[in-house]
């Protein structure tokens, strides 16, 4: 009897050992788990230098304390939200510009070019450092674009057109999906705008850098959906 009761001890404290090196194996995975993974730096680009120039010109107008969107403002803004700018970008939802880059000219265009998008997947891609804040540029002012006035009446358009009159184009907006050309009298085209994606809630006037003067004579050719022209009197 006496050896059984110390056989039954034995294995108890043999299963109590094993269980408490269990629970601290448990105990330390779980401490592991919590400590987030340091990217590989392999990029010279970063935030300071040259990434929040890029945020600070697209996106900090929304992007900002107090703004309609979270904050970019600084590197502890940003870097939770690396991958998922990059991702935006790379998609061309953000920052919110339905017109597709290189069909016509805009003001106040929000739309990264080619280099800046480039910019920021390399330097996601690459580890998303910080770099010496001594780098940094002045913040942006504190100040959001305000609502879009409602623009004045124009020439609603639903499919192509000649026109019969000279039209001085200054701006156009869009109801939907659209591609607008025009070929003029002299057989030269002229890309006025594409909108591939179309948003609602991002929809604007695209005001022409330049007003263009479209001669008497010229087609107007629209696929999609109809579109108001606002002329320069």
């Known amino acids: 009897m006496r050896r059984w009761i110390r056989n039954c001890f034995s294995r108890n404290v043999r299963t109590g050992a094993a269980a408490s090196k269990a629970a601290r194996w448990a105990l330390l995975l779980l401490i592991a788990a919590q400590v987030p ?29 107090a703004g309609s969107a979270f904050p970019l403002i600084t590197y502890q803004d940003a870097r939770p939200w690396a991958k998922a700018i990059r991702d935006e970008v790379l998609n061309r939802r953000m920052p919110p510009w339905d017109a597709v880059k290189g069909v016509g000219e805009f003001r106040g265009d929000l739309s990264l070019s080619p280099p800046e998008m480039d910019l ?38 639903s499919g192509s057109k000649t026109l019969e009159t000279p039209l001085r184009l200054a701006g156009i907006r869009p109801t939907g999906v659209l591609e607008l050309a025009a070929l003029l009298p002299d057989g030269a085209v002229r890309r006025l705008i594409w909108v591939r994606n179309f948003r609602p809630k991002w929809n ?12 008497k004579g010229s087609r107007l050719i629209l696929t999609g959906a109809s579109a108001t022209l606002l002329a320069q009197h």
């Open 204 to 215: 604007r006037t695209y005001w022409l850098r330049k007003p263009l003067l479209l001669p």
């Open 37 to 65: 993974a340091h990217d590989l730096i392999t990029t010279p680009l970063t935030w300071s230098r040259e990434i929040s120039r890029v945020v600070y010109q697209h996106c900090a107008g929304c992007h900002r304390e």
């Open 120 to 157: 920021i997947v390399n330097w996601v891609e690459g580890g998303a450092p910080e770099g010496n804040p001594d780098y940094l540029p002045a913040r942006p002012p504190a100040s959001e674009p305000g609502a879009e006035p409602v623009p004045p009446a124009g020439i609603t358009l």
